[in-house]
């Protein structure tokens, strides 16, 4: 864990960097859900919602939804956010390459600007979040992958195939479950600068 994240965590400035709208992935070992937190403006409240992962099937677009409204000032405090007997899926900075800033070659400004514009924001959280999501999703709707596919040598390929080339396989051949997938992004993958995980990652236990 760098610096600056050590910190957060330490000093508990989570107050600070919410930023709306976020998501946040939960899991216990009989349940999947995706948190979405929405502010409300010029309102005493935000509207969370608990997505239901593991019990959607290949009838729903998505998963079914259950709606809160939550009083902002008890966000961090309330059981409707932070659930008990969850864990949350890890936080994973990227890593620093400091072995690429000497005295005789110091690191260039614009790499270091990118470096320090993701700390809070890492590359590496952003894929393991969609692939928590993606798989899940695979598992749901692979009966009709399954179904449509018979070349079960084809089928394996997918399955030890990278992220990037499940889903641009998915894309080619399956474009109706192409575009469910970006009903699912659009829904359940809202953090677009902080996510969920880091902000509220003192209020969870990890694996």
């Known amino acids: 864990m760098n ?7 330490r ?5 600070k960097l919410i930023q709306f709208p976020l998501s ?3 899991f216990n070992q009989h349940q999947k ?10 309102s005493l409240y935000h509207i969370v ?3 239901d992962i593991s019990n959607c099937d290949t ?4 998963p079914v939804s259950i709606s809160h409204k939550v009083e902002k000032k008890e966000l961090l405090h309330d059981s409707r956010v932070i659930l008990k007997n969850y864990f949350i899926l890890e936080y994973e900075p990227d890593l620093i390459p400091s072995n690429r800033n000497t005295f005789r070659s110091p ?3 614009q790499e270091y600007k990118s470096i320090f514009k993701n700390i809070f924001n890492s590359k590496k959280h952003s894929i393991n979040r969609e692939k928590w999501l993606w798989d899940e ?3 749901i709707y692979i009966p009709s992958l399954k179904r449509l596919n018979n070349n079960s040598h084809y089928y394996q390929t997918y399955y030890s195939a990278s992220l990037n080339e499940q889903q641009k396989f998915l894309h080619s051949h399956f474009p109706e479950l192409w575009n469910l997938w970006g009903k699912w992004k659009n829904k359940l993958i809202k953090s677009k600068t902080i996510p969920g995980e880091l902000v509220f990652m003192n209020f969870y236990k990890t694996l």
């Open 11 to 15: 000093f508990n400035i989570v107050e």
């Open 3 to 9: 610096l600056a994240i050590e910190y957060i965590k």
């Open 49 to 51: 919602k608990h997505w």
């Open 33 to 42: 859900l995706v948190i979405t937190i929405n502010n409300r403006k010029n």
């Open 24 to 26: 946040i992935f939960v």
């Open 137 to 139: 999703f695979i598992k």
């Open 107 to 109: 690191i260039e400004r």
């Open 59 to 62: 009838n729903q677009d998505v």
